[in-house]
């Protein structure tokens, strides 16, 4: 951020104000750690802040601090439009396009009069923000939350709740530190929220040792239905309704399956493939290894986006069509892939 942007920043927050921060639809840790984390230090300035995702999340991010108080638009709709419309100021986590909070809250943040500042690490960011923090180079917006607060120099006034908040969505985003986004700089950022007070043991915990016995069970069969396909150094897993039905399927319970597909050795490119006939789409998740770029696969063939080495996209067309048009494209990217 340019340092008049900072001082202008600096000086809209010295007044008590009515804020709101938005994450991303089906938000993730760093959605939830990078709003959660962003109110907690707000709050501490005294203005009147609410976090308002556009819909729910995983249960292994209900512990979160300060997590109870996150509204929910598609069911708490009277409440978030009524807080959006009134606001001064709106901060946007964790995304690059107001349209990636679902349409019918887009419609309501792009009527909304509110100062918007974004801070997000995907490519290709809209330009609606009046002060914009984007960075792709940065391991999670949680990270760029930290260097917001170091920018007001007041890391001095991270608390155990904002060093928690902020742990979650670095640790969740870099895949326990291990993705190439994560810089010795992540490390120091990280050093300092122990040192602040984060419990790294007891955050890794509750992130990832709170599995239900049906979440592995559904984790089997995603892993029995993997295919690899050797020339392209590609592998997929598809996982349809009814077999998410037959595990008793919870939000969040398919978040890391891709992993597994990216973890055979030689794999450059991993997609899993999971219906949705709720929403009549297929949600594509797509991961890749070294300079295989999965954001501009996705843009091109899929309706997302993301970043190089992970991104995700969705389809209308079935489940075995989507698998289908998945493996028609990769000989058009034999020369990064075979
Ligand atoms: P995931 O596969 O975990 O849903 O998403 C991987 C990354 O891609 C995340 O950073 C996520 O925000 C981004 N992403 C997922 N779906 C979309 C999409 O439809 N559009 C864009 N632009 N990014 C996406
Ligand atoms: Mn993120």
Redesign the pocket.
């Known amino acids: 951020m340019k340092s008049e942007d900072i001082k202008a920043v600096k000086a809209l927050l010295s007044i008590p104000k009515r804020i709101v921060i938005i994450p991303?639809r089906?938000p993730?840790g760093?959605a939830i750690g990078s709003t959660l984390g962003l109110m907690h230090y707000l709050k501490g300035y005294n203005h009147d802040v609410s976090v308002i995702a556009p819909n729910d999340y995983p249960e292994f991010l209900k512990w979160i601090p300060g997590e109870v108080s996150i509204l929910k638009f598609e069911t708490q709709q009277e409440v978030s439009k009524k807080l959006i419309s009134e606001a001064e100021m709106m901060f946007t986590l964790?995304?690059?396009?107001l349209h990636?909070t679902g349409n019918d809250m887009a419609a309501v943040l792009e009527a909304s009069d509110a100062l918007k500042i974004m801070i997000d690490h995907?490519q290709a960011p809209d330009d609606y923000a009046t002060y914009m923090y984007s960075d792709v180079s940065m391991s999670s917006t949680c990270e760029m939350v930290y260097n917001f607060i170091e920018m007001l120099d007041d890391t001095n006034k991270i608390t155990p709740e904002i060093a928690t908040c902020i742990y979650v969505g670095i640790m969740t985003?870099t895949g326990s530190f291990r993705f190439r986004s994560t810089t010795s700089r992540t490390h120091q950022v990280i050093a300092s929220l122990i040192d602040k007070g984060a419990d790294n043991t007891n955050i890794h915990n509750q992130v990832y040792d709170t599995n239900s016995y049906s979440r592995l069970q559904l984790l089997g069969r995603a892993l029995q239905n993997l295919k690899v396909i050797p020339e392209f150094h590609t592998a997929h897993i598809t996982l349809s309704q009814a077999e998410l039905d037959e595990f008793n399927f919870k939000k969040g319970d398919t978040?890391g399956i891709?992993n597994y597909a990216l973890s055979i050795q030689n794999t450059r490119l991993a997609a899993i493939f999971i219906e949705n006939t709720q929403e009549g789409i297929i949600?594509i998740?797509?991961?890749s290894k070294g300079d295989f770029s999965v954001n501009e696969l996705?843009r091109k063939h899929f309706?997302?986006?993301?970043?190089t080495n992970?991104?995700?996209?969705?389809s209308e067309d079935t489940l075995e069509a989507t698998v289908e048009k998945f493996i028609t494209i990769l000989p058009e990217y034999k020369s990064q892939l075979a």
């Not at 964790?94 to 396009?97: E, G, K, P, V, Y």
């Not at 309706?303 to 970043?307: E, L, P, Q, R």
């Open positions: 991303h089906n993730d760093d964790d995304f690059n396009a990636r995907h985003d978040e891709v949600k998740s797509l991961r996705s309706n997302g986006g993301g970043h992970a991104a995700g996209g969705r």
